[in-house]
C-alpha cells in the first residue's frame, strides 16, 4: 500500500506550510479564487490525508476508501494541493488552477478530475451527499468512513440542517461533519451576517457529538479526526474547528477582503516570502 | 377520468403513479443495488409499493427534498442506482439546485419521479399541482425526462430507466387514466409512439393528453379530418426525427399537455419543428395561468386540456397550412 503517512508532527508543520505555499502560488497563478477559506483549512486536510483517513493514492477507486466530500468547494485549492502532495496529481498541474480544460476547475468538478469524491461549490449539499455515501456503507456492511467539510457561513443553508437532523436520526456513526470555523464569510464577519452561536450546541441538540479543536493545532486536530474515525457508536461526529482565515499569510489573516480576491505577483512574492520564513522556525 | 366517446372506447387502468411503484418493486427484486427514497410522500407516490418489499433499501428523508436530493446523489456516487420521488412540484421546484449541482451537472447515475403532475390532481389545488416540471427538468443539460400517459409506458420506462446511464425524471399523475398499450409494448427513450397515419395534422402529446389526443382522433375522423397521434413520453431527448416526419407528411403541428406553455412540450416541438420542417402550430396548455381546485374533470374542462379542445385546435391549426 503506499498511503502517504506523515508521522513527526514536525513534518506535518512543515508540509502545511509547503501546502500555504502551494495555495498562494496557485491562487495568485490563476489571478481569481478564495484564498481565505484555502488557507484555513490546511491542518484539517493535511491531518486528514496525511494520517487519518484510510485511503491509498494508486487506488483511488478502491471501494473500501474513506470518503472526503469539501462541501465549501471554493475551498479546493487546497484539496488539490493536498492530492498533490499525496500522490494523486502532478504538482506541475498547481499552476493551471482555473484555466481552460484544466483537471483543477474554480469549484471541484468531478467530470474533469475523477478523484474527487463529488462536484461541489452550490454551498449546503455536501453533507447530504456524504449521507448518501454512509447509508450506502451501512446498506453495504462496510467499514469506511465519511468526512464532510463545510465552512462556517455555510451552515446558515437550511439544507444543511435538513442533513443535521437526519444523520443522528438514521444512526450514521461512519459521518463526521468538520465545520471551519474561520468566523468569516464574504460580506462579512459571520457574527455581523447571521450569527451561528450557539452553534457546538445547535449540532449537539440535533443529537451530534459535537467537539470544538483548535483547527491550526495538530495536537487538537489529530485526536479529534481519529477519534471520529474510530466512532464505535451511531452517533455522528460535528468537529467545530476554530481557524483563521487566511491563516499563515499576515496581510490575509482575519482580513475580510481575502475571501474571494487572488493576490497580486508582489503579493504572492511577499506571501511566500513570509511563509518560507516561518518554515525555519518550525 | 373519462374515457370514452361514442365509438372510441378506452378501458380505464392504473394511474401512472400506482404503476411506478410496481415497477419500482420489480426493479427491486432484479438488482440489489436499487434503492428508493421519498419525501413523506411514499404512499401518494407510490414508492411505498417499494418499500413494503424492501424496507432495508428505502429511505424516508422527512419532508426535506433538498436533503432528498443530495442523499440520492451521494448513494449513486456510492454505487447504488437511487430512485428518489416526491410531488413533481416539490422535487423540481424546492430540489431544483440540488438536482442540478448534485446530479444533473456531474452526470449522476440518479432516477427521479414526481408525481402529482399537472392539473388533474384536483381539489389540493395550485400548491400540489405541477404545470413547470417539464420546463425545469428539460432545461437541466443530460437529463432524460420522461412522461408516460398510461400504466404500460409508465412500468416499460421505469425499466429503461434503470437501464440508462445518467441523471432521468419522470413524471406521474394522481388520477387513474385510460389504457393505451398493453403489457408487451416496446418502449424506448427519445423513441415517440405513433398513432394512426392521417397526414392532415399531427398531435403531439404527452401524459394525461395523450388518452384526450386518441379521443380527439377518433371525434376529428368523424368529421373527415385525419389526425395522426404522437405520443412523446420523452420530452429529452425529444424524437426530432419523428416530428420532423409529422411536420412533413402533416403539414400541421398541434401541442397538448398538462404543463404551461412556457417551456413546455410545445415550446420544445416548436423549436424541433422550426430547426427540421416548420409548419403552423397551434398549442394546447396552461396558458400563463395556474389553475385552482376543483374536480380533475371540472379543471382539464375549465384549463383547456380536453379532447374537444384538442380537436378545435386541429382545426384551428388546418385554417393555417398552406
Redesign the interface.
Known amino acids: 500500500m503506499s498511503v502517504p503517512r506523515v508521522e513527526s508532527l514536525t513534518e506535518l508543520k512543515r508540509l502545511a506550510n509547503r501546502l500555504r505555499i502551494d495555495i498562494v502560488r496557485m491562487i495568485g497563478a490563476a489571478g481569481s479564487g478564495h484564498p481565505g477559506g484555502s488557507l484555513s483549512e490546511v491542518e484539517l486536510l493535511t491531518a486528514l490525508y496525511f494520517r487519518v483517513l484510510r485511503h491509498d493514492p494508486k487506488r483511488p477507486e478502491w471501494?473500501g476508501r474513506d470518503?472526503f466530500v469539501l462541501s465549501k468547494g471554493h475551498g479546493c485549492p487546497a484539496l488539490y494541493a493536498v492530492y498533490a502532495a499525496a500522490g494523486y496529481l502532478d504538482p506541475a498541474v498547481l499552476p493551471t488552477l482555473r484555466k481552460l480544460g484544466s483537471p483543477l476547475q474554480g469549484h471541484p468538478?468531478?467530470?474533469m478530475l475523477a478523484i474527487l469524491?463529488?462536484?461541489?461549490?452550490?454551498l449546503?449539499?455536501?453533507l447530504?451527499?456524504?449521507?448518501?455515501?454512509?447509508?450506502?456503507?451501512k446498506?453495504?456492511q462496510a467499514d469506511y468512513h465519511v468526512f464532510v467539510m463545510t465552512g462556517d457561513g455555510e451552515v446558515q443553508e437550511?439544507?444543511i440542517w435538513?442533513?443535521a437532523?437526519?444523520a443522528p436520526y438514521?444512526k450514521l456513526g461512519n459521518l463526521t461533519l468538520i465545520v471551519d470555523c474561520n468566523q468569516q464569510q464574504l460580506d462579512d464577519w459571520t457574527e455581523k451576517i447571521l450569527s451561528l452561536e450557539p452553534l457546538a450546541e445547535k449540532f449537539r441538540s440535533f443529537g451530534w457529538r459535537a467537539v470544538e479543536i483548535d483547527g491550526h493545532d495538530f495536537e487538537q486536530v489529530l485526536p479529534a479526526l481519529e477519534q471520529a474515525r474510530a466512532n464505535p457508536g451511531a452517533q455522528p461526529t460535528a468537529i467545530l474547528a476554530h481557524t483563521v482565515k487566511g491563516k499563515g499569510v499576515s496581510f490575509m489573516e482575519n482580513n475580510i477582503k481575502w475571501h474571494g480576491v487572488a493576490p497580486k505577483p508582489d503579493e504572492v512574492a511577499k506571501a511566500v516570502a513570509e511563509l518560507e520564513a516561518a518554515a525555519q522556525q518550525l | 377520468m373519462k374515457a370514452t366517446t361514442t365509438k372510441f372506447e378506452l378501458k380505464m387502468g392504473l394511474a401512472t403513479r400506482e404503476a411506478y411503484g410496481q415497477a419500482l418493486a420489480e426493479l427491486g427484486r432484479a438488482n440489489p443495488n436499487v434503492v428508493a427514497l421519498d419525501a413523506d410522500l411514499a404512499k401518494s407516490t407510490y414508492s411505498a409499493t417499494f418499500a413494503k418489499d424492501f424496507p432495508e433499501r428505502f429511505i424516508t428523508c422527512g419532508i426535506a427534498e433538498a436533503d432528498m436530493v443530495s442523499i440520492a446523489s451521494g448513494l449513486a456516487l456510492a454505487g447504488k442506482v437511487p430512485f428518489a420521488s416526491s410531488f413533481a412540484v416539490f422535487l423540481c421546484d424546492k430540489a431544483y439546485d440540488q438536482l442540478r449541482m448534485c446530479v444533473a451537472y456531474p452526470g449522476v447515475n440518479a432516477k427521479f419521479c414526481g408525481s402529482h403532475g399537472g392539473i388533474s390532481i384536483g381539489e389540493d389545488g395550485p400548491s400540489q399541482q405541477a404545470v413547470e416540471d417539464f420546463a425545469l427538468m428539460c432545461s437541466l443539460p443530460g437529463f432524460v425526462v420522461v412522461c408516460p400517459a398510461d400504466e404500460h409506458a409508465a412500468r416499460a420506462l421505469v425499466h429503461r430507466m434503470a437501464e440508462h446511464v445518467g441523471p432521468c425524471y419522470m413524471r406521474t399523475g394522481r388520477p387513474k387514466v385510460p389504457v393505451i398499450y398493453n403489457a408487451e409494448e416496446k418502449f424506448e427513450i427519445g423513441k415517440a409512439k405513433v398513432h394512426g397515419s392521417g397526414r392532415d395534422a399531427a398531435i403531439v402529446a404527452c401524459g394525461l393528453e395523450v388518452g384526450y389526443a386518441l379521443q380527439a382522433q377518433a371525434q376529428l375522423e368523424e368529421e373527415g379530418i385525419h389526425a395522426r397521434v404522437l405520443d412523446m413520453h420523452t420530452l429529452k431527448p425529444l424524437d426530432d426525427a419523428a416530428i420532423a416526419q409529422a411536420a412533413r407528411e402533416c403539414g400541421a403541428l398541434v401541442t397538448a399537455e398538462e404543463h404551461v406553455l412556457d417551456g413546455g412540450l410545445g415550446a420544445r416541438v416548436a423549436a424541433s419543428a422550426a430547426a427540421s420542417h416548420p409548419v403552423p402550430m397551434e398549442f394546447v396548455g396552461l396558458r400563463n395561468t395556474y389553475a385552482e381546485s376543483g374536480t380533475p374533470e371540472q379543471l382539464v374542462e375549465k384549463y383547456g386540456l380536453t379532447a374537444p379542445h384538442i380537436a378545435a385546435a386541429v382545426k384551428k391549426v388546418l385554417k393555417r397550412k398552406k
Open positions: 471501494p470518503r468538478d468531478k467530470r469524491e463529488a462536484s461541489t461549490g452550490s449546503g449539499q455536501g447530504s451527499i456524504g449521507i448518501g455515501m454512509a447509508l450506502a456503507a446498506m453495504d437550511g439544507q435538513e442533513a437532523m437526519f438514521h
